[in-house]
T-cell receptor
Framework: SAVISQKPSRDICQRGTSLTIQCQVDSQVTMMFWYRQQPGQSLTLIAT?????????ESGFVIDKFPISRPNLTFSTLTVSNMSPEDSSIYLCSARSGRDYGYTFGSGTRLTVV | AQRVTQPEKLLSVFKGAPVELKCNYS??????LFWYVQYSRQRLQLLLR??SRESIKGFTADLNKGETSFHLKKPFAQEEDSAMYYC??????????FGSGTRLLVRP
């Protein structure tokens, strides 16, 4: 399966600022996704990162708040914009391999907004 | 709607006891189902996928289409099995949809 490097692993940010999270996959993958895992909760899908086009967002998530880029088949970024304490969470990226159709996950970014 | 339900938030068993983590799904068609495990302070890891029919770390899961279930089982729990377990379903757009998770606590 693909291996994903995600950074930063954690950050503490001031409210009103933005943070960009990066995910690098060690092989070309067909699909990449971004999830949020709030404290004590399960994973909620934010969006599907589409290569060469705009991301597809799930209900409750908008591009202005969570802009996503995917310039090629191995890399994607998620920006958390104009942060508030409610954005404190773990953010994870995921990739679906075109070879075995399995899903792997990055190690997550633990974000704290103060 | 496509949905995954894990009815138990916490399952506590003693070491050596059998374990069954419940997962029910809602999906029209042939589902693609996974079990993921998240140990404390570690990344989410794939435990099982139903198409491979493997046994990993002594865990097995059988797809029961009649009951729309994919329960995770292990005959003898070990302390190192203590973790969060998530059942997940691939939806019609190839997105992975997660259940709410079950925390397994194996006591000595």
């Amino acid at each position: 399966s693909a291996v994903i490097s995600q950074k930063p692993s954690r950050d503490i940010c001031q409210r009103g600022t933005s943070l960009t999270i990066q995910c690098q996959v060690d092989s070309q993958v067909t699909m990449m996704f971004w999830y949020r895992q709030q404290p004590g909760q399960s994973l909620t899908l934010i969006a599907t990162a589409n290569q060469g086009s705009e991301a597809t967002y799930e209900s409750g998530f908008v591009i202005d708040k969570f802009p996503i880029s995917r310039p090629n088949l191995t890399f994607s970024t998620l920006t958390v914009s104009n942060m508030s304490p409610e954005d404190s969470s773990i953010y994870l990226c995921s990739a679906r391999s075109g070879r075995d159709y399995g899903y792997t996950f990055g190690s997550g970014t633990r974000l704290t907004v103060v | 709607a496509q949905r995954v339900t894990q009815p138990e938030k916490l399952l506590s068993v003693f070491k050596g006891a059998p374990v069954e983590l419940k997962c029910n799904y809602s999906y029209s068609g042939s589902p693609e189902l996974f079990w993921y495990v998240q140990y404390s302070r570690q990344r989410l890891q794939l435990l099982l996928r139903h198409i491979s029919r493997e046994s990993i770390k002594g865990f097995t899961a059988d797809l029961n289409k009649g009951e729309t279930s994919f329960h995770l089982k292990k005959p003898f729990a070990q302390e190192e099995d203590s973790a969060m377990y998530y059942c997940a379903l691939v939806d019609s757009s190839y997105k992975l949809i997660f259940g709410s998770g079950t925390r397994l606590l194996v006591r000595p």
